[in-house]
């Protein structure tokens, strides 16, 4: 079959590898879109904890072609999803709810093969079916919101709360569907992309401000105590620094952008003192797919928009060129 090999640093082909054969457990799905993600290019630069070769893609949606002599909830032709995170279900931190932490934990397009490919094999267990009203394309955002629903509870987010977010991409105007449901009163977005800004504006952001000096200076008008919920959605150490200063005492900041393994950013641990923050992380995905479908098919959160241009596998090149070097750019899906 063809895939995306990411082989090395910085280098990836087009090649013929072998389809893979489903386990037991395992069904094999035709996949039919597959989103690209920030974590595939901190991937592809050697910034993440996957090694090489592999096939990338943790976020996709397919139809499923053969299942293992195990599985007993799906068949073929059934449209499906997954979670790529597969848990062991034995370990200490799956006995105690902590899943995401799995110490034995398989991620699919992180640490094996993904869906950056005409074909991919996910254990029964992360496969999810989705209904026939949405698209492949939709469903195939199930992953990155479901990201979403558990940072949205690690928040802690109460009706009325104000919340600022960093980061008008796709995780940043999914956070800020999410969070305007969940009962915050208004949601601030601030970008460095204007027409990011502006599409945010369009998708119901309360108020739209360009990342700079003045901007700040705005946001200080707006909220001059600051907001109860500050999240960044950039992965910026830089940008995060200056995202603190914007969280109201007793508020909470959420690191949701996935910043590269290593990069620092400066705290001020008085500041943290002096104002009751709260720092709050949110890894990945905790139970919380089906929760993500149930909001996509309710029609809740509208994801069609956000996807600004599909490629062939063939044309993977372009995907990456399109997120490197096109600011405006927001979900880029692969279309094997
Ligand atoms: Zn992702
Ligand atoms: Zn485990």
Redesign the pocket.
Known sequence: MKACLFEAKEKFVISDIKKPVPQKDEVLIRVKAAGICGTDIHILKGEYFSDFPLVAGHEFSGEVVEVGEEVTQFQPGDRVTADPNI?????????INK?NH????HVIGVTQNGAFAEYVAVSEKGVFHIPDHLSYSEAALAEPLACVVYGVRRSGIKPGEKVLIFGAGAIGLLLMSLLKISGASQVIMVDISQKKLDFAKKMGASEVILNNAEGEKKLKAIAPFGFELVADATGSPRVMERELQFVEPDGTFLVFGVAPIGDMMKVEPYDIFRRDIHIVGSYAVKKTMQYSINLLASGKIQVKNLISSTYSLEDFERGIQDFYHDPDHMKIQIIP
């Open positions: 848990f062991c279900d034995k370990c200490y931190f799956c006995k899943n799995c110490l034995d934990s």
